[in-house]
């Protein structure tokens, strides 16, 4: 079988010419006496997508992403340059560029370079574009089109998409480590807008991962995607407006888990620790969450859409523990901050594309399990909210506040859900609102594969997952008395 | 200097690309055909507690090309410009194109509506700078943010950036258009700490023309007192009251205005605001005008992403919804003609009602100043609005206290027709230029 670095030669290496002799000179310019760190990572991505509105496929399109993003660092000094064009003029040219981050004289040798083959595979080395054909791909989003509308005749729009990209990435550092990784993905949405009476609601569904399409043809996934989206935007034709205040708070299990992503995730990420500007800065080995509570990111999990077989820096992901049985426990740490922080790399270290520099961010964050039953947790509410869907969320780190809003949601009255409630986002503290954390379900389920995270102006793509929890003392930004 | 070098030569050389690929797509058989080639070179540079943090070049490239088959339709892009690579690319879109479903609103825009007069815009102002100013610059604003207050015990960075670019745009129906702009930065972000509660804020001054920068002096200034102001934050009880926006939030209310008129939002019955031309959505004293042609303006352009010329006109009229932002797309869907918006809205100006910062102040009496907003919470179907905010509490016209974790919700529909005023300071960073504004009833929800 042919290996991930088999594809990256063919790609990147043999067409230019770029052997290691090439390398050497690429490193001998980029490398300095105080250079810590020091990479090129060359990436080939290709993305296919179509789109369906008003029951015909109106649009498709098709691009190619390719080249080369050479980095020096000297300890807390980042020189970054890259080019579209992967020879090894431009790359010499990079060089330069990246390294006038140091002052110091040149030095550079890399002792001996050498092929790094990751232990494990987390997804296929096939491309998911040629995993269907496009009539398949089309059929596959006119059945979506038909079943939501066979759900109800309500439905007035449906919107569907449907994304497959193909990645294949080489990272060079300095230490002379190769490291390859080919990485599909796919995904696909489905949004409807429904009418009853002249009142006008929307809801969307869909999933995907590091897998072919053909996921999607299996155990009617694109039927039940549609289904969803009907049903939910259905719910919000009923939904009437949500309390405004701070109260007793249920939420579902699965992508309401952007809770974490957002409430603590992001302020566990090195890169703000380092510099001590979040809101955990120094605060590991603290109680931050109620007794019983342990939350990991966790890279290592097969085909999600979260996972990767190795970061892009080339180091294996891992399953990190951040918050064990309420505890702080660790940071996301990318090569940079654990060097600067006296540790190593949790393979957290990501960019968006080559023309993006590093840094550390979340693979998929989710709570493991506890003991209660998700009917008995919403049963022990009086008077509250359960929130089963978000459509996302925001953090400010330094303060520790969040947010997140929900698209799905109902009052809880008495033990029992009951009326649906409009769309309210949902603002909390980071560091304490996991403290508040009552009871934990025994229900743990990652989303379905539709996050994508941004920072810095990259995004990527992530996982959230968690348990039915109740959450006593989130503020509800409802209209309501 | 951070310029494109031979940007003439350069500018003909696409010029002459993008003639090559329509001609190519014809060979094809493709009916017609559109295609933007862009190429843009930049410096950013980031410091950090008194030292270079990060310091990037950027070169970035990219074609894309849109073939018709009657009216089917097919898209690709590349970043590679070499005519092999632009006619693989050319071949995708056809494959694409051969998929897609015949859709009879599918085309180029109508050629009688083109730019046709060249108009000099004046966006293009390559900035004299080097890495080592632009470190001097970024430091000088995080010096003096870090000097303001003893308070201020951490910095996010200050970063310089600038950015020139160069783009055509051309068609089959004999468009063939030329752009560039440049665009540079000056931003500063620090960290205050009261006891052991921290809070970050941030300032930014950005412009095509670098002497028109604000000084890194006041830059840094600006980000030190808008974040030493925020300790001491609380939460307050839910209550409803009046909320002012301060200008850099208020053109987030005319950003959602533009997505409900938007033609995509319209056609898809999608908006909160549907069929509202001639509708009162907003008080009589209300005025928002389009002015595409404001030389060195953000949002300034000579014809849109089709290549129509854009034109001035009136989108709100005493309160009233004067038109749609169309492409030619939405527009034929509509049976309306385009409005020269395919990419977007140019520049909107909202006039004000005479009243400065305080008086509005003074206006609300007692309410909330919001200086900050999270979180995405509208629904741009129902106009229901709920976002997390921070800002101050005010009383008797005046500021009281810091305030957050809370929330602020409504309708934008009973917010546009709540507006108090509108203030005199405008701000012109943004395409949106607006002052702050007030609204007089919202729900915040708090403890």
Known sequence: ?481 | MIELENRQALGAEFQELAEFVLKAAKERGASAAEVGIDKGTGLSVEVRMGKVDKLQYHRDQGASLTVYFGHKKGFASSGDFSRKALEDTLDAACRIARYTAEDEFNGLADPELMAKNPLDLDLYHPWEINADRAIELALQAEGTARAYDARITNSDGASVDSYAGLGVYANSNGFNGLNSSTRHSLSCSIVAQENTAMQRDYWYTTSCVAEALDSAESVGQEAARRTVRRLGGKSIPTCEAPVLYAPELARGLIGHLVSALSGASQYRKASFLLDSVGKQIFPEFLQLRECPHIPRAPGSRAWDAEGVATQERDIILNGQVQGYFLGSYSARKLGLQTTGNAGGSSNLLLTHTDASFQDLLKQMGRGLLVTELIGSGINMITGDYSRGAAGFWVENGELQYPVEEITIASNLKDMYLGIQGVGTDIDQRGSIQTGSILVNRMTIAGQ
Not at chain 1, 324 to 339: F, P, T, V
Not at chain 1, 372 to 377: G, K, R
Request: charged residues 20%; aromatic residues 6%.
């Open chain 1, 1 to 481: 079988m042919q290996d991930a670095m088999a594809y990256a030669r063919v790609e990147f290496l043999t067409p230019s010419g770029l052997n290691e002799a090439a390398l050497d000179k690429v490193f001998a310019e980029l490398l300095s006496t105080d250079t810590t760190l020091a990479d090129l990572y060359f990436q080939a991505a290709r993305y296919e997508s179509w789109g369906l509105e008003e029951g015909i496929v109106k649009s498709g399109s098709y691009s190619i992403e390719r080249g080369v993003g050479v980095r020096s660092v000297c300890g807390e000094q980042t020189g970054f340059a890259y080019s579209d064009e992967i020879s090894l003029p431009a790359l010499l040219e990079s060089a330069r560029a990246a390294r006038a981050i140091s002052r110091a004289g040149q030095s550079g040798k890399v002792q001996a370079w050498k092929v790094q083959l990751p232990a494990r595979h987390l997804y296929g080395l096939s491309d998911p574009l040629a995993s269907l054909s496009e009539v398949d791909k089309i059929d596959l989003l006119q059945r979506m089109d038909t079943k939501a509308r066979a759900v109800s005749p309500y439905v007035k729009q449906v919107m569907a998409s449907l994304v497959a990209v193909h990645e294949i990435i080489l990272i060079v550092d300095e230490q002379g480590r190769m490291t390859a990784d080919v990485r599909p993905l796919v995904r696909t949405n489905v949004s409807v807008i429904v009418e009853r009476n002249g009142q006008t609601e929307s809801a969307s569904s869909g999933g995907g991962g590091r897998f072919d399409l053909d996921y999607f043809m299996n155990n009617n996934r694109a039927d039940e995607f549609a289904e969803e989206a009907v049903r939910q935007a259905l719910v919000n034709l009923d939904a009437q407006a949500a309390p405004a205040g701070t109260m007793t708070v249920v939420l579902g299990s699965g992508w309401p888990g952007v809770l974490l992503h957002e409430a603590i995730g992001h302020g566990l990420e090195g890169d703000f620790n380092r510099k001590g500007t979040s809101a955990f800065s120094g605060r590991i080995g603290e109680q931050v969450a109620s007794k019983g509570i342990t939350v990991v990111d966790d890279g290592t999990l097969e085909k999600r859409r979260g996972s990767l077989t190795v970061d892009d820096e080339g180091t294996e992901t891992q399953c990190t523990t951040l918050i064990e049985d309420g505890i702080l426990k660790g940071y996301m740490l990318d090569r940079q901050n654990a060097a600067l922080m006296g540790t190593q790399s949790t393979g957290n270290g990501r960019r968006q594309s080559y023309s993006h520099l590093t840094m550390p961010r979340m693979t998929n964050t989710y709570m493991r399990a506890g003991e209660y039953d998700p009917a008995e947790i919403i049963a022990s509410v009086d008077k509250g909210v359960y929130a089963v869907n978000f459509s996302g969320g925001q953090v400010d780190i330094t303060s520790g506040k969040f947010v997140f809003s929900a698209s799905e949601a109902y009052l809880i009255e008495n033990g029992k859900a009951t009326r649906p409630l409009k769309n309210a986002t949902l603002i909390g503290n980071g560091p304490d609102v996991l403290t508040r954390v009552r009871m934990v379900g025994n229900d743990l389920a990652l989303d379905a594969g539709i996050g994508v995270c941004g920072k810095d102006g990259q995004s990527v793509p992530v996982g959230v997952g968690q348990p039915t929890l109740r959450v006593d003392g989130l503020t509800v930004g409802g209209t309501a008395a």
